[in-house]
């Protein structure tokens, strides 16, 4: 069956720095688009980062130049590499893959398959 697991999260301080992993299994993604997502408490899930098959990135305008997404093909694997963490960066950051994916991909509705989700918090 098709899986995506998260990892990487944890307790880190303002201005600090966290790498998320989110690694695929059961089929390739390799030709499909890649997500991010997060939601915190009381919120509603909103969107992180994109990566499509070309490996062009979409951003948030909130993680835009702190945040940078990557995808490693021969590994099945998207990373999200965040830098300058703020307090409200807060969330359970959620990794998604679209396999029709080219296009609005800053909607969840686009999304095929989701991970259960890692915890990050950002300590003032």
């Known amino acids: 069956q098709v899986q995506l697991v998260e990892s990487g999260g944890g307790l880190v301080q303002a201005g600090g720095s966290l790498r998320l992993s989110c690694a695929a299994s059961?089929?390739?993604?390799?030709?499909?688009?890649m997500g991010w997502f997060r939601q915190a408490p009381g919120k509603e899930r909103e969107f992180v980062a994109a990566i499509s098959w070309s490996g062009g990135a979409t951003y948030a305008d909130s993680v835009k130049g702190r945040f940078t997404i990557s995808r490693d093909n021969a590994k099945n694997t998207v990373y999200l590499q965040m830098n300058s963490l703020k307090p409200e960066d807060t969330a359970v950051y959620f990794c998604?893959?679209?396999?029709?994916?080219?296009?609005?991909?800053?909607?969840?509705?686009?999304?095929?398959?989701w991970g259960q989700g890692t915890q990050v918090t950002v300590a003032s």
């Open positions: 998604a893959a679209g396999l029709w994916g080219s296009r609005g991909l800053d909607q969840s509705g686009n999304y095929d398959y």
């Open positions: 059961g089929r390739s993604f390799s030709n499909s688009a």
